[in-house]
């Protein structure tokens, strides 16, 4: 392959110039730009091939018949041209020997008119009569066939050669124009002087005063004159008009096969769209059911194999759509019954919570057992009425009565009041919450309640799960790829996510470990909230985490109510994750990973020193489906979770064994969101 054939192959595999498996650098934005301009034009007719069967199988079809055409065209005209030749040529042998013959029969009995003259001499006079006779020869065969054959007469060895072609001498002689020693080629010439016989060969006229030659068929003998002299006698039969009847054939099968490719054409289209048009109706009514326009359905004639599929369409939506009522009938029933539930246990719980206050108060008047039964009472009707609460919020979010109340909010102020709220708890773990990026002011329009219940659960989940060690808020704002959006990160270095439970992180009433202590009392609906909070703000709330490595929760809102995300300005992956420092899922360094594996200090304790932590925000970092997670078998012993080194977060995450199956698919955050911890 040729250099430029190299560099536009690599051009269309996307502009990569170094050799396979090479580790690509940035590539040249001329080149670059050359690239799209070479593929720019190709990507709207390649679209429609692609999604238009009609055009692909008339396409199809017009090329098929265009080479079975052309190929039938070429067989007709071969045979054809064969058969112009053999007739041309058994017609040319026949009217040359005729000529032939009678030639020798005016040299064996003497031509009237070519006789000699009673007063020449005689030293001169074989040679005078000899020219004389064949020149009269030529004229008298040529005249017979004008147009059809010319005569040529040449000399032949002999021991008086011919002269010059003047009517006295026996030079040349020719019919018309034709030059004789340019139209008898030299190789047959010397066929007639070695051999008797008649000889035949493909040749080209040449006419006198011009270089242009006319195909033709060239049949030669060699005979004797009058006075027995040898010469060569040729007659030349252009082919004028086998070609014409040849141009005539070839025009008339194009003409033919033009309009037979055009009618197959026609007719494939008329076909396929008798079976495409039921099919593009399918399609536009499933489109239709699938925009929940239920009541849809196909037209339906005849009796052959479409009908009964659109007969079968129409059952199937028939019977999808009482199945969809049902299940809203029933969606419908449990959300009141759950709204109905929860607010008739209101009154017997406000009934009891006083009951349980008065016994609560005098708790130091009974004994050991029941004032810690008194205590044991006053904590679970607190996390009752924390799930009751959950509940009506949750069938709000159902029955699609949640309301946005949007106003322009700083988000630091929001973060601050979250930790403010879980300091105590972080106190009790010997955890500490460290905010990043509030240099900056953080403004979006957003409900203040919504989103600072999103992040007290995202914080109050860290500092659970955080086992003693940091953790890290961070907020950005940012323009460009993220389309004007602001993010919340929320960084622990606990004991991460394990793999499978990113897909079953945000059901409701899921827990991570069931076994494991819930020191705030939760119920399970935390993230189930969250989730429905960043979606009806247009947002995001996103995941990823690690065996042993802790997790990241995301939380990305559009800075304006309404507008669409097209990005986060914090990457979802952190850059102290394993695979970012190069290595593996035991914590040590990743073979073949061609650099040295950065590494990040041992998280410290509380009661140690520990360094800033400085994270600067990507703006160009996509969003994920929130389930990504890192598998480790051995996990990471207490201790070396990394935390303590200056995080950077300056290039998107990707790659490696992070599980993220849509990390370009911006906009659709929250719909495929999965691989948070039930909290």
């Known amino acids: 392959m040729s250099f430029s054939g190299k ?33 720019r034009p190709l990507l709207p007719a390649l679209r429609l091939w692609r999604r238009n069967i009609q055009l692909r199988v008339v396409a199809t079809t017009l090329l098929m018949s265009l080479a079975v055409v052309l190929l039938l065209g070429v067989v007709v005209v071969g045979q054809v041209r064969n058969g112009l030749l053999t007739a041309k040529a058994q017609s040319a042998q026949s009217q040359a020997a005729g000529g032939f013959g009678v030639a020798q029969k005016l040299a064996d009995g003497g031509g009237g008119d070519t006789r000699p003259d009673d007063h020449t001499q005689a030293g001169n ?4 009569d000899s020219a004389t006779w064949l020149t009269s020869l030529v004229e008298q065969l040529a005249s017979g066939g004008q147009g059809v054959f010319s005569v040529v007469a040449l000399s032949s060895d002999s021991e008086e050669p011919f002269g010059d072609a003047s009517r006295g001498t026996r030079g040349p002689r020719a019919s018309g124009d034709v030059d004789p020693e340019r139209s008898v080629p030299a190789d047959l010439r010397q066929k007639l002087d070695a051999k008797a016989g008649t000889f035949r060969q493909y040749t080209q006229i040449k006419r006198i005063g011009s270089d242009e030659g006319t195909p033709a068929i060239i049949i030669g003998k060699r005979l004797n004159d009058v006075n027995s002299n040898q010469y060569q006698l040729y007659y030349l039969f252009p082919f004028s008009q086998e070609e014409e009847s040849l141009k005539l054939v070839t025009g008339t099968l194009a003409t033919a096969g033009v309009f037979v490719v055009i009618l197959l054409g026609a007719i494939a289209w008329l076909v396929v769209r008798q079976v495409v048009t039921p099919v593009r109706m399918a399609a536009g009514i499933s489109e239709r059911l699938a925009a929940g326009i239920l009541q849809e359905r196909m037209k339906v004639t005849g009796e052959d194999d479409i009908a009964r599929l659109g007969e079968s369409f129409n059952k199937m939506a028939q019977n999808l759509q009482v199945k969809i009522q049902q299940l809203e009938e029933l969606s419908r029933m449990q959300r009141r019954f759950v709204s109905d539930v929860s607010h008739e246990l209101r009154t017997p719980l406000t009934t009891v919570r006083m009951a349980a206050d008065v016994i609560h108060e005098a708790r130091e008047d009974f004994d050991p057992a029941t004032s810690r039964s008194a205590e044991l009472l006053r ?31 700083d988000l630091r102020d929001v973060v601050h009041r979250v930790i403010e709220g879980a300091e105590p708890l972080a106190e009790r773990k010997g955890t500490r919450i460290l905010v990043r990026g509030a240099e900056q002011p953080v403004i979006a329009e957003a409900d203040t309640r919504r989103v600072e219940r999103v992040l007290r659960n995202l914080v109050v989940n860290a500092v659970e799960h955080g086992e003693g060690r940091d953790v890290v808020v961070r907020l950005a704002s940012g323009g460009g790829p993220s389309g004007g959006a602001v993010a919340v990160a929320v960084r622990d270095y606990g004991v991460g996510l394990k793999p499978g439970e990113a897909t079953r992180v945000f059901n409701r009433f899921w827990r991570a470990d069931p076994a494991r202590a819930r020191t705030t009392g939760g119920t399970g609906l935390g993230l189930s909230i969250a989730v429905e909070d960043a979606r009806l703000h247009g947002g995001w709330l996103q995941a990823w985490g690690e065996p042993g490595g802790g997790s990241q929760f995301r939380l990305t809102l559009p800075r304006t109510s309404g507008e669409a995300l097209r990005g986060s300005p914090i990457p979802l992956e952190p850059e102290d994750s394993r695979r970012h420092r190069g290595l593996d899922e035991a914590g040590l360094p990743r073979a ?14 509380p009661s140690e020193p520990r360094p800033a932590v ?8 996509m969003p994920g489906n929130g389930a990504r997670v890192v598998p480790q078998s051995g996990g990471v012993r207490s201790g070396e979770t990394a935390g303590g080194q200056s995080v950077r977060t300056d290039e998107p995450a990707g790659g490696g064994a992070v599980v993220d199956g849509a990390e370009q698919e911006a906009g659709r955050g929250v719909e495929r969101e999965g691989g948070q911890r039930g909290r």
């Open 7 to 39: 560099l536009s192959a690599r051009l269309l595999r996307g502009g990569q110039l170094l050799p396979d498996g090479a580790v690509s650098g940035p590539v040249h934005p001329l080149l670059r730009l050359f690239s799209r301009w070479v593929r």
């Open 125 to 128: 006079r074989g040679n005078q």
């Open 379 to 409: 904590g679970q009707l607190d996390r009752f009425e924390s799930l009751l609460a959950e509940l009506l919020e949750i069938s709000r979010f159902d029955a699609g009565a949640a309301a946005l109340e949007a106003e322009p909010i």
């Open 614 to 621: 400085r994270p600067s925000a990507d703006p160009a970092a």
């Open 592 to 605: 073949g990973s061609g650099r040295k594996a950065s590494t990040i200090p041992v998280q410290p304790r």
